[in-house]
């Protein structure tokens, strides 16, 4: 599924965004739309160079290990139904990975972190670890990690850019992550971010 084309430029400043940025942990439950998934998704990840290869986030030798999955909960992206999605940036699109709500499968192999489940949306960055140590072998792991962190952020000020909030989550089993998510078991589960309306 093709995605809204994102804005380049906003309405708020790099600077107020970064100022008023915040961890959340307690979200509404009012729905996002498929404009606010594009631009967050964009931000982790998009295509931001004129011959459609360089990204949002900085990269190693720009090997780009990284994929972004979105959990989507029922009714909570407008026109889009609940699933787990993989961002393509080639293009700029989304597709199905699994049906269903798993909102609260992600919140339980978080440890229990039960109040993720109550965000529309947590996207998780994966790293497949074999596209950046073929280079830089083991050093690679160290460098896709770095890469995590740099998406991350980038979410985070997307997120306040568009009066939205965001959550952090490095607490969670892997493997479990990576069973619920249905995704390639090579797409190994670094940080999970629910988005959503601060309640």
Request: overall charge positive.
């Amino acid at each position: 599924m093709r995605l809204p084309d994102p804005m380049i430029d906003g309405d708020v400043s790099l600077e107020r965004t970064i100022h008023q940025r915040r961890t959340i942990r307690s979200f509404d439950s009012k729905a996002l739309t498929l404009k606010q998934l594009s631009q967050l998704l964009w931000a982790a990840q998009g295509i931001t160079g004129a011959g459609g290869f360089k990204r949002a986030a900085p990269s190693a030798g720009a090997l780009y290990p990284m994929d972004i999955y979105g959990v989507v909960g029922r009714d909570c992206i407008e026109k889009l139904d609940a699933g787990i999605y993989l961002y393509e940036p080639a293009d700029h699109s989304i597709s199905l990975v699994k049906e269903g709500d798993f909102r609260r499968d992600v919140a339980i192999a978080s440890l229990g972190q039960m109040w993720m489940a109550h965000a529309p949306l947590s996207l998780v960055i994966t790293a497949e670890y074999s596209r950046i140590t073929v280079k830089y072998r083991q050093r690679g792991i160290r460098y896709a990690i770095i890469e995590a962190g740099h998406i991350g952020q980038n979410i985070f000020l997307q997120s306040e850019a568009m009066g939205l909030a965001a959550g952090i989550v490095g607490a969670f089993e892997d493997q479990e992550v990576i069973q619920v998510m249905g995704g390639k078991k090579t797409h190994e589960p670094l940080l999970i971010m629910p988005v959503g309306y601060k309640r």
